[in-house]
């Protein structure tokens, strides 16, 4: 019996037995899939591509993030990982549950996909949002499309619960709302209208899009000028104007290595479900050095705050939440806002 020094951290190796064939195989797909999200890490429209996520899972991320109201984003990692590794645990003596396995995969992958995007926010590749000009703004002047505003709305109301309370932001909800019945509408219509009488019915709708547009663009900006003293004063604290965070790069991409095995070993075991308590079982040695380096994380940020190290971690999570809300194919209902 031996233990190999770069997979034997997964389950320990017979001589002769296809477990070490079987090991092998699980480092193969450790070592491919890394290689593929690395080669991606340092453009977000790559990430995007690789990881091709749909908007259920945006929504799961956003969603968690808006959860995590103590540790922020690293409140999120961690659950995520803290679940992955229970799970492994309970696996060790009894196999029960084992289709629960999908559920972990699902978040691992989320996770490592969200962790990714806080590094390119971090390292300036992504870049933050920044302060505003002290202008009174009208809805003209909003160049946003309605999904741009919707996720910037999202990502306020994360960071203050009592703007759900604000006219503008109600009117906002609800042409949304309006705005999905009415495209629900055309995909519905649309292939059953005469050729002739097409244009017309494409033109009528053309104009009640521009129509809840403008009225979006309105109370948003309404909204900006309620918020604008506000506003300008968080823009001049924001962590990303006074703190360098760019330096914390290789930290997150430590962190993104760490849980991205643990996904590729968990998928390894869905599909091939051989030998799968084995493998399982040697995860958990990977729980202290992972939690450890999402506890990392938090300490970082009180060097550079001194004292608003939590307060860091969520205003980061505000701002993965905002971009990741930008990536969604398709207006969200006004559900997830509120």
């Given at each position: ?36 999200i690395k080669e991606a890490s340092d453009s977000l429209l790559k990430l995007e591509t690789v990881f091709a996520l749909a908007d259920e899972d945006l929504d799961a991320i ?277």
């Amino acid at each position: 019996m031996r233990c190999d020094k770069a997979a034997g951290r997964w389950f320990i190796l017979k001589e002769g037995s296809r477990l070490t064939t079987v090991n092998e195989l699980v480092e193969k797909k450790i070592a491919g899939d890394w290689y593929d999200i690395k080669e991606a890490s340092d453009s977000l429209l790559k990430l995007e591509t690789v990881f091709a996520l749909a908007d259920e899972d945006l929504d799961a991320i956003l969603g968690e993030i808006r959860l995590a109201v103590d540790d922020g984003i690293v409140e999120y990692k961690r659950k995520v990982a803290i679940r992955a590794f229970d799970f492994a645990e309970s696996q060790k003596f009894d196999s029960r549950g084992f289709e629960e396995i999908g559920t972990h995969i699902a978040a691992l992958r989320r996770a490592v996909y969200a962790i990714l995007v806080q590094r390119l926010i971090a390292i300036g590749t992504v870049p933050a949002r920044k302060p505003r000009a002290d202008v009174r703004i009208d809805g003209s002047m909003i160049g946003k499309d309605v999904k741009e505003i919707v996720a910037d709305v999202q990502a306020r109301i994360g960071k203050n619960p009592e703007l759900r309370k604000s006219a503008a932001v109600k009117n906002i909800l609800m042409q949304v709302s309006i705005y999905g019945k009415e495209l629900a509408n055309l995909k519905e219509l649309a292939p059953n209208i005469p050729k002739e009488k097409l244009a017309s019915f494409q033109e009528n709708f053309k104009k009640s899009f521009e129509s809840i547009t403008r009225k979006v663009q309105d109370n948003y900006a309404e909204l900006l000028n309620e918020a604008d003293l506000g506003a300008k004063r968080e823009s001049a604290t924001t962590i990303f104007a006074r703190f360098d965070l760019k330096a914390l790069g290789p930290l997150y991409l430590s962190q993104a290595k760490e849980l991205a095995e643990v996904h590729s070993v968990y998928a390894y075991a869905e599909k091939e479900r051989y030998k799968t308590r084995e493998i399982l079982a040697g995860i958990s040695s990977e729980r202290e050095p992972t939690l450890g380096l999402l506890a990392r994380e938090l300490r970082e940020y009180e060097r550079l705050s001194v004292g608003h190290a939590k307060e860091v971690a969520r205003e980061f999570g505000w701002e993965v939440s905002y971009h990741l809300g930008k990536q969604r194919t398709q207006l969200p209902d006004d559900e997830p806002l509120v």
